[in-house]
């Protein structure tokens, strides 16, 4: 397979096309690799309109949603950013010139991504992840949907830092920009997907007697 080929029509037809103007951005992602960050058995789908297994429990969000997710998130080189659960968001944004740690708590996705990693200069930590690693980052990104705003990761931001992430909690979800402020943190609405949602961060059943 052309993956060089597959990875220009990917940035064209599902990237371009979705009101993703940043051509920092289509650069980097018509440079990295994608084939490499998902299990060796489902390269051949990396470049499709899918999500990609990376394990049993982890895959790729779409290529459209990472691109307008990461739009949103006005990343800038020479920013340190996180990325929650998302080996190939924190590849794409290396490339763009940040500087990137990636967390992720089943460390199977780094059997599957680390030599990728490494060889793109991202930083791998595994954590659980309510647990941030780190603090004072310009960006915060994550791959998956979480099931309600997570405090710990914008506690986790610089002042003026962004926050970007699918909230879902049933068939579909919203991709939403958190800044931090000086004394506020603003919220924002960006765009419908339905990437898989984080179960390990569903709040704890609360019993009524």
């Known amino acids: 397979m052309d993956f060089?080929?597959?990875r220009k029509v990917m940035v064209d037809s599902q990237v371009r096309v979705n009101d993703v103007t940043n051509r920092v951005?289509?650069?980097?992602?018509g440079s990295v690799e994608r084939?490499?960050?998902c299990a060796p058995e489902?390269?051949?789908?990396?470049?499709?309109?899918?999500?990609?297994?990376?394990?049993?429990?982890r895959r790729l969000m779409l290529p459209r949603d990472m691109g307008?997710?990461?739009?949103?998130?006005?990343?800038?080189?020479?920013?340190k950013a996180l990325v929650v659960v998302g080996p190939y968001a924190a590849a794409v944004l290396a490339k763009m010139g940040l500087n990137?740690?990636?967390?992720?708590?089943?460390?199977d996705v780094f059997a599957v991504t680390g030599e990728a990693l490494?060889?793109?200069?991202?930083?791998?930590v595994v954590a659980p992840l309510t647990?941030?690693?780190?603090?004072?980052?310009?960006?915060?990104?994550?791959?998956?949907?979480?099931?309600?705003?997570?405090d710990a990761w914008i506690a986790a931001l610089a002042p003026n830092g962004r926050l970007v992430v699918v909230e879902r909690t049933g068939p579909a979800g919203k991709a939403v920009l958190y800044v931090k402020g000086e004394e506020a943190v603003s919220r924002r609405e960006l765009f419908d997907a339905a990437p898989d949602i984080l179960g390990e961060l569903a709040p704890a059943p609360a019993f009524a007697l």
């Open 68 to 79: 307008k997710l990461l739009e949103g998130a006005e990343a800038k080189a020479g920013e």
């Open 4 to 6: 060089v080929a597959a």
């Open 100 to 107: 990137v740690t990636v967390q992720d708590s089943n460390p």
């Open 118 to 124: 490494a060889d793109y200069g991202v930083e791998t």
């Open 25 to 29: 951005l289509h650069a980097a992602m």
């Open 35 to 37: 084939e490499r960050f």
């Open 131 to 150: 647990e941030v690693s780190g603090e004072g980052y310009d960006v915060i990104v994550s791959e998956a949907a979480v099931p309600a705003r997570q």
């Open 42 to 57: 489902r390269a051949f789908s990396a470049y499709a309109d899918v999500m990609p297994e990376i394990t049993a429990d």
